[in-house]
């Protein structure tokens, strides 16, 4: 803040010293400010050091009163080393000036609403100054910074509403059960296309984060896109973080599973027929209608996500899915030689972008080189822990196992397994779906394929 001066910025001592005033006339009343104010959202020193003196007092569970305030605050450091300052009769006055504790929430807002405007007033200056001395190729890094600062701001701020008493949540749940009674079918959220997983997950639920995990090969990727590609034919907005494919070669993939013209075929374009081009135009047609929002960039960090699924969301309020493939790709915000931190930290940041965007979040992760020591390969919940705190912040987790992945047999050709292992809000169970390998695309099995009656073995 070295461009700016301190003594303009906005500010009501008056605010600040009610405040604090109505403390000493209702000492109960602290709780109150303590959820709402820091320290740092007042602005004169003696001001802060009260403040501080009082929440000292109430970690003690000392009783609040302007003589324990006195003594409290004659032991603060800073007191020490401004010995101008005469708290006895600044204390007393407090007192006795202030009017009643009726306006005591207005005070405490006047003092949110003026702290919020100087943090606001230093984050832009410091912006400004970040432009100032950024030279012209590394203008998309800065204005990626301005965003997180931005960002973290309004959270910090929005952070502080502190508890909601019930009553005031109702009426939402209220709505949301009239929109469920009226909807035609028993989902809740979108369908991801496939009935036995929507039969557990009663579709894809708002704020959730579902992570979808498996080993190199056995199609994590094609599963999100299966069911991006469900979405987009309920004319659902999607958008797709690809740190890993090209957005080109995702495209490709999309035109062989709407087509469903062989994948090698689409790539080498010989051999087509006139049907093939018939079926190539009608998926070229459902694409551009579609709202699907492709980011190939690679090894973004959390902020430069989140920033940039949050303008995609402002600029489609119905935006139904996010996609992420895949979180190891993801580069943390922090310099950190621990990696299972920065995973726990990507992980946090994810979680906290669904329930923010209140949108489904599929977060694709790979799993550890442990499951290929197994006799039996199929992904358990503790191959997922070493991948930080993914297990913790996951609303739902989804193991894609295909068995001929590592021995092929008659059986178990083109057979995928999807293992829903955890679910916070529901059933977990195991699904068998069917693999088309020539469009990397999973579906539906009917009901009365051989493979449904199969057994599935995820003992370890």
């Known amino acids: 803040m070295k461009n700016l001066d301190k003594n303009s910025l906005p500010s009501s001592i008056q605010a600040e010293k009610a405040a604090l005033g109505c403390l000493l006339l209702e000492p109960n009343l602290w709780d109150d400010l303590a959820t709402q104010i820091e320290e740092k959202d007042f602005t004169q020193t003696e001001n802060k050091i009260i403040y501080r003196a009082i929440k000292k007092l109430s970690d003690q569970g000392t009783q609040l009163d302007t003589l324990t305030l006195i003594e409290a605050v004659s032991s603060d450091e800073e007191i020490k080393k401004n010995s101008n300052l005469n708290f006895s009769s600044y204390i007393k006055d407090l007192f006795e000036e202030t009017p009643g504790t009726s306006n005591f929430s207005n005070y405490v807002d006047i003092v949110k609403q003026t702290s919020s405007l100087r943090k606001l007033i230093e984050t832009a200056d410091e912006i400004s100054s970040t432009a100032f001395t950024t030279d012209s190729f590394s203008s998309d890094d800065a204005i990626t910074k301005a965003e997180d600062k931005i960002l973290k701001l309004r959270d910090s701020i929005e952070r502080k509403s502190g508890p909601q008493i019930a009553k005031d949540l109702v009426g939402p749940v209220y709505e949301n059960i009239d929109i469920n009674l009226k909807s035609s079918g028993p989902l809740v959220g979108h369908s991801t296309g496939f009935k036995y997983i929507d039969n557990l997950t009663m579709g894809l639920q708002k704020g959730d984060l579902f992570i979808i995990a498996g080993r190199p090969g056995m199609g994590k990727t094609a599963f999100a896109m299966s069911i991006a590609c469900n979405l987009l034919i309920d004319e659902v907005p999607v958008l797709l973080f690809s740190m890993e494919m090209s957005s080109r070669s995702i495209m490709y993939r999309l035109f062989s599973s709407f087509s469903r013209v062989d994948f090698k075929r689409l790539q080498e374009a010989k051999n087509l ?188």
């Open 273 to 460: 027929s006139e049907e093939d081009f018939r079926d190539i135009d009608d998926a070229s047609t459902i694409l551009s209608k579609s709202k699907l929002f492709i980011d190939d960039t690679p090894g973004l960090s959390p902020s430069e996500l989140i920033s940039r699924a949050r303008k995609v969301k402002r600029e489609n309020p119905d935006l139904g899915l996010i996609i992420i493939d895949y979180l190891q790709l993801m580069n943390s915000d922090r310099n950190s030689e621990n990696r299972v931190t920065e995973m726990s930290e990507i992980s946090r940041s994810v979680k906290s972008l669904a329930r923010d965007l209140d949108i489904t979040v599929i977060a694709l992760s790979q799993l550890n080189r442990a499951v290929e020591n197994r006799n039996n390969k199929r992904p358990l919940m503790s191959d997922l822990r070493e991948s930080g705190a993914l297990e913790q912040d996951a609303d739902l987790v989804a193991f894609v196992y295909r068995d001929e992945y590592y021995n092929e047999t008659p059986e178990n050709k083109g057979l995928a397994e999807v293992n829903i292992a955890k679910h916070r809000n529901g059933k977990t169970g195991k699904v068998k779906l069917h693999f088309a390998s020539n469009i990397i695309k999973f579906e539906n099995l009917a009901d009365n394929d051989p493979a449904m009656s199969m057994p599935t073995n995820y003992e370890d």
